[in-house]
T-cell receptor, first 112, second 114 residues
């Protein structure tokens, strides 16, 4: 059973600070990794995808991937109250028909 | 608007009933998925269709039957509903591009079985 693990939180962050979220995965063969943001009562919204080792930046978001250590992280710079949500890490299994396995999510609370 | 849409948004029904949820995407994607998110917010895949062909069929009760009339539509029919079926069901779609595996989710259908 391929697993994706996240700290459930809540991760409490002061407004303007950096939120750091981590995710580990069990399938060493995974090649595609995603971060989704889910507000309460809403659907998951894709915010970052990363396929290669290293960092990928998009606005205030930076995804970091280390395949050797099997972890992927998400940094949110200059955190805003509107960033308060649950962040879901997802790992793609190409061999299984591009099936996404999700972690349990990390709840982030940004306090003004 | 280009999007993944689902109907209905809310579904409240009695145990033992049969119900269907519909999903449509106008993104031009050729792969569609059904996910279930339970009360603990854990999101898990159920089924996937690629251009009307079933390609993922996870371990779900056979009371759940997906149907894809064309590559833009994927419906989910549930027979003999049980209390444990209460959850939010999300449809998602993906373009079959080997360089891009991004999936996009619909708004969800909140199913409550009484």
């Amino acid at each position: 059973q391929k697993e994706v693990e996240q700290n459930s939180g809540p991760l409490s962050v002061p407004e303007g600070a950096i939120a750091s979220l981590n995710c580990t995965y069990s399938d060493r063969g995974s090649q595609s990794f995603f971060w989704y943001r889910q507000y309460s009562g809403k659907s998951p919204e894709l915010i970052m995808s990363i396929y290669s080792n290293g960092d990928k930046e998009d606005g205030r978001f930076t995804a970091q991937l280390n395949k050797a250590s099997q972890y992927v992280s998400l940094l949110i710079r200059d955190s805003q109250p509107s960033d308060s949500a649950t962040y879901l890490c997802a790992v793609n299994d190409e061999a299984a028909g591009n099936k996404l396995t999700f972690g349990g999510g990390t709840r982030v609370l940004v306090k003004p | 608007d280009t999007a993944v849409s689902q109907t209905p948004k809310y579904l409240v029904t009695q145990m033992g009933n049969d119900k269907s949820i519909k999903c449509e995407q106008n993104l031009g994607h050729d792969t569609m998925y059904w996910y279930k998110q339970d009360s603990k917010k854990f999101l898990k895949i159920m089924f996937s269709y690629n251009n009307k062909e079933l390609i993922i069929n996870e371990t779900v009760p056979n009371r759940f039957s997906p149907k894809s009339p064309d590559k833009a539509h994927l419906n989910l029919h549930i027979n003999s509903l049980e209390l444990g079926d209460s959850a939010v069901y999300f449809c998602a779609s993906r373009l079959r591009d080997y360089a891009n595996n991004e999936q996009f989710f619909g708004p969800g259908t909140r199913l409550t079985v009484l």
